[in-house]
């Protein structure tokens, strides 16, 4: 349903982008700031606004995500994700979304789990600084882990009116036992390297300094890819790091032509090998910090077709990826404009 750590049917990820966009509150007042959070929910974030505008034409709403990059010289502030291995978060406004920031009234934000709640509390802090005419705020997880106590208390946390709009909720526990020693985890190397004045390629193009529409879907390059594919030959279409919305597009659009496709993207995020977790692909981190890269329950040779949507351009790190994966390397320039890089197989 996220595309992220699990393959998953594009068919799958709408239905969850419409039902959380539907368990947004009717009277939410307007215009609205929908925000996703980096890097695992940016894809789910943007279908769910999308979703939104499908369902509501007309209201006025601006999207945007968290980001671990530096955007050229835009204005940006910054909040931690205190339980993360990459902490710092930073939000990118144009002066034209900067704008429309200033006067919105409500505030959605976007993760795939809510367990604490602790991270929504510290953005919604730093855009209430910046915005203090909000009035409502709405969160839209997939997953639910607050608990009912957490979930009531939400209001006097937040210091506005707050909801909670969910695919599955409910609480956990933990309690002590043996655990299994995993057959193999990632390394522990570290997940941000920040530098202010790098340049990591983060595209201003698709959604991270804001954008008050749904994205074009790529249907030529669709067309053009599915009289490439058989009948019985399956597809995966692989997004990379933060880049995650487009690929979810181009997936969709090859499942409309009746291609067997599903949908992913590679991750900082280390998980261990064990239970649902069968596959761990290391790959090379192509936005330049180093920080080490994972695909998770894909293994080479699985699928007929790898198609690899990327923002950064062309580098040697995703040059490994597609020989890793024996893929093909779509470089996104735009929603539109997109060029495939050739890739020299052996």
């Known amino acids: 349903m996220l595309g992220k750590h699990w393959p998953v049917t594009p068919r799958a990820m709408h239905a969850i982008h419409v039902d959380l966009a539907a368990q947004v509150p009717a009277?939410?007042?307007g215009p609205l700031i929908f925000i996703a959070m980096a890097e695992t929910a940016i894809g789910l974030g943007q279908g769910v606004f999308e979703a939104y505008l499908r369902a509501h034409p007309g209201r006025e709403a601006l999207f945007l995500h968290s980001s671990r990059y530096r955007v050229g010289s835009l204005p940006f502030f910054e909040f931690e994700e205190a339980h993360s291995h990459a902490p710092r978060q930073f939000l990118h406004l144009s002066p034209q979304a900067?704008?429309?920031?200033?006067?919105?009234?409500?505030?959605?934000?976007?993760?795939?789990?809510?367990?604490?709640?602790?991270?929504?509390?510290?953005?919604?802090f730093v855009c209430r600084a910046r915005n203090?005419?909000?009035?409502?705020?709405h969160l839209a997880v997939i997953t639910n882990f607050m608990g009912a106590a957490a979930n009531a208390g939400l209001t006097p946390r937040f210091g506005l009116p707050t909801t909670v709009g969910a695919a599955l909720s409910g609480h956990y526990s933990f309690s002590a036992a043996a655990a299994p020693a995993p057959a193999s985890a990632p390394d522990a190397a570290p997940a941000q390297r920040f530098e202010a004045d790098a340049e990591r390629g983060a595209s201003a193009a698709f959604g991270r300094i804001g954008i008050e529409r749904a994205l074009a879907a790529p249907r030529q390059l669709a067309a053009q890819l599915a009289r490439q594919i058989g009948d019985d030959e399956t597809v995966l279409v692989l997004g990379t790091g933060e880049f995650m919305h487009p690929s979810f597009l181009l997936a969709r659009e090859l499942e409309a032509l009746g291609k067997r496709v599903l949908v992913q993207s590679t991750t900082r995020s280390p998980i261990l090998a064990w239970g649902a977790v069968d596959h761990i692909l290391r790959c090379p981190d192509?936005?330049?910090?180093?920080?080490?890269?994972?695909?998770?329950?894909?293994?080479?040779?699985?699928?007929?077709?790898?198609?690899i949507c990327h923002e950064t351009?062309?580098?040697?790190?995703?040059?490994?990826?597609?020989?890793?994966?024996?893929?093909?390397?779509?470089?996104?320039?735009?929603?539109?404009?997109?060029?495939?890089?050739?890739?020299?197989?052996?």
């Open 27 to 29: 009277d939410l007042p």
């Open 313 to 346: 351009p062309v580098n040697a790190a995703l040059v490994h990826l597609a020989g890793q994966l024996d893929g093909r390397l779509f470089h996104f320039q735009s929603e539109t404009t997109i060029e495939e890089i050739p890739v020299r197989r052996p």
């Open 132 to 137: 203090p005419l909000l009035e409502r705020i």
């Open 98 to 124: 900067g704008e429309l920031f200033a006067r919105a009234r409500g505030l959605v934000l976007v993760d795939d789990e809510a367990s604490t709640g602790n991270t929504f509390v510290n953005l919604a």
């Open 286 to 307: 192509n936005y330049g910090e180093g920080v080490a890269n994972y695909l998770y329950n894909v293994a080479p040779g699985q699928y007929r077709h790898v198609f």
